[in-house]
């Protein structure tokens, strides 16, 4: 009991109550449950793999949107996180595939392309069948940089390269939307 | 002393206790700071104009930015309220003139567009010399519901209608933004 609660207090946002708590309940739990739990745990790293064409997070070699011959395989969004790429998926707007960058470049944190798999979506271009690029990564400073990194890295391919558009988040109100981002969606207003 | 607290209550976001602090502050300050106060206080709504031109707060019968002789009368921005408008001109990005809406079209409220000062919008574009009206209403439903009106409303004049763009906002991660911002940011995606 005491070895369960310290291994679950290194979880992240789990303290010595919250511990407690959940090891309590598994002990009353049936053993079906717990058992169910503990094999899914172990199973984890075991099974979850990276798609070796999107590096998307997957329990086979290739993952489930690149397989899918629904998807566009000629337009590809970049993120830089699997979280980002859920939540364009939820928006259900885009209707290609994807290549997950390992975050964004960062050269204070010593972060440089080669660590990030751009040279990956360069050869994914290269290869043709490509006929765009968006680019979503954040709209932060290191987002910017490597969006204007991938463009340069690009340039020579007969590829187009876009990225998301910056502006008012929906349903926002303009009073509390920041400058920056104010300046954005003036700068960016379109015909209506 | 009580006949202060029971007026200062009345004000939002004053209760009785912080009410109670202002009134004594008031008793301990100068003479000279307390009368200020009092004057300022009795003067806002005799000197408190509305512009003859663009409806924001001025006090004199044209307001600053309309008598600007630097602002480019030719670019008109429609806003909802005066937070709107100080919010675009501290962002630095617009440098035309300004017509400020009494609020949205709400017909639930039952605000038509003749309580919001769209005629008077309209009477200004054709009154000429208007090239542009940048409708800078917010991005919810109201908002987008009055842009279309307005624009419906310009479409016989020689005038260039645009509205601000909606996206993601600048310093944002994509995974906290929602689905409906994220599939406008991919729709209005642009050339990099």
């Not at 010595?16 to 745990?41: N, W």
């Not at 994807?98 to 660590?115: E, F, K, R, T, V």
């Not at 007969?158 to 920056?180: F, H």
């Amino acid at each position: 009991m005491n070895r369960l609660i310290r291994n679950l207090c290194k979880l992240p946002g789990i303290g010595e109550k919250t511990a407690e708590r959940l090891a309590t309940y598994m002990l009353h739990a049936s053993d079906v449950e717990v058992s169910a739990l503990a094999k899914s745990i172990g199973e984890l790293k075991k099974q979850v793999n990276i798609c070796a064409t999107c590096f998307a997070l997957s329990d086979t070699r290739q993952c489930r949107i690149c397989r899918d011959p629904g998807r566009d395989a000629g337009m590809i969004c970049v993120v830089e996180s699997p979280a980002d790429m859920a939540a364009i998926e939820r928006s259900g707007a885009f209707t290609g595939v994807y290549h997950l960058l390992q975050g964004l470049l960062s050269p204070m944190d010593g972060i440089g392309p080669a660590d990030i798999r751009i040279a990956e979506l360069v050869a994914r271009v290269s290869a043709g069948n490509v006929r765009e690029v968006v680019i979503a990564t954040s709209t932060n400073i290191e987002g910017e940089a490597t969006a204007t990194y991938i463009r340069s890295q690009l340039k020579s391919f007969p590829v187009k390269t876009t990225r998301i558009a910056s502006g008012v988040p929906m349903g926002g109100e303009l009073k509390y939307v920041d400058q920056v981002t104010l300046k954005k969606a003036l700068e960016a207003r379109h015909d209506l």
